[in-house]
């Protein structure tokens, strides 16, 4: 099969096509034609050898953590009837940028009727984080909620997310260009926060989504009010806002540091997909790349010239 070797840590250029074995679904396993695999910000890390990660790959290696597919086949003790059905699921940690992937059989999601397959590979982990954001932070009718990195896979989910709340929205985005994303899909309000000034034009806030973290955090979260929350899903910047608990207490603010079970994570997952399903969460899909381009699609994705998802090309239908 082909595939995309993480030749060792460094550049996009370490991103290698070629060929591997085609996987065997062990004991517990089925086997995914892949359709789509999903990239994150955080793969560029990975493949970089820096940033925070939750698995250290060891080169040579297949990298990714995310495919959409078709079941072909599947291992001792699976139930046969997985077979054929269309699912996306995380892959562990690695082998995502391939043809075929051996996955766990209790990690697989059935993608609802109705919902693109692509789709689905898009509201994968973005989807999950955005529901888990917006079930920590708890926005209300009529708070006002500033979404930083706004363009992005989570940010563009957590946009319709908070004004299906009722909350008045106000994104924030790196570039004039990205400004017209979130507006697209309901903001009231947009702003670039590269521009001098930028946090003057947003008044009081009572709920952060921090995709951004550094300084850009930092300046939103002096305008929380009393009662406000901030909760942090990324950062853009390169690193945390590391605002002081102390800080926060004196003010009135809540840093809210979101944790769940696996259990309640695979609930934030199919309540993201269910919602797509019935045409209330579009996942904006902004970049596409074929298997072979993805070192261009890790460029793309550190340049901060994508927006929305970036997914790779595989064996579209």
């Not at 994150?40 to 495919?67: H, K």
């Not at 697989?108 to 888990?132: E, H, I, K, N, S």
């Not at 570039?175 to 903001?187: F, M, Q, S």
């Amino acid at each position: 099969m082909r595939a995309v070797w993480l030749k060792g840590f460094g550049g996009p250029e370490v991103l290698v096509p070629g060929e591997a074995p085609d996987p065997v679904p062990a004991e517990g396993q089925v086997l995914i034609e892949v359709a789509f695999a999903n990239i994150t910000f955080v793969e560029t890390q990975m493949r970089a050898g820096t940033g925070p990660a939750p698995v250290r790959l060891e080169p040579p290696v297949i990298p990714g953590n995310g495919v959409g597919g078709v079941v072909t086949a599947v291992g001792a003790g699976v139930d046969g009837a997985l077979a054929g059905r269309r699912v996306v699921s995380s892959t562990g940690g690695s082998g995502a940028y391939a043809e075929k992937v051996a996955v766990d059989a209790k990690a697989l999601f059935d993608v609802p009727d109705g919902l693109a397959l692509d789709d689905a590979v898009a509201l994968l982990a973005d989807g999950r984080t955005a529901v888990m954001m917006l079930d920590a932070a708890g926005p209300r009718p009529g708070e006002r909620v500033l979404v930083e990195a706004a363009a992005g896979g989570v940010g563009t989910l957590l946009v319709q997310l908070a004004k299906e709340r009722g909350a008045t929205v106000v994104a924030a985005a790196g570039g004039a260009h990205k400004t017209e994303v979130p507006l697209r899909l309901g903001a009231d309000e947009a702003v670039d926060y590269r521009e001098p000034g930028w946090s003057k034009k947003l008044g009081e806030l009572d709920v952060v989504f921090d995709g951004v973290g550094g300084d850009v955090a930092r300046e939103a979260f002096t305008l929380l009010r009393g009662g406000g929350r901030m909760v942090s899903f990324g950062l853009a910047s390169g690193e945390w806002a590391d605002i002081p608990d102390e800080e926060a207490a004196r003010r009135g603010v809540v840093l809210v540091r979101p944790s769940a079970t696996p259990e309640r994570l695979r609930e934030f997952t199919i309540s993201a997909l269910e919602e797509a399903a019935r045409g209330r969460l579009r996942p904006v899909i902004g970049q596409r790349f074929p298997l072979d381009g993805a070192a261009d699609a890790h460029r793309g994705i550190e340049s901060r010239s994508t927006v929305g998802k970036t997914l790779l090309e595989v064996r579209p239908s």
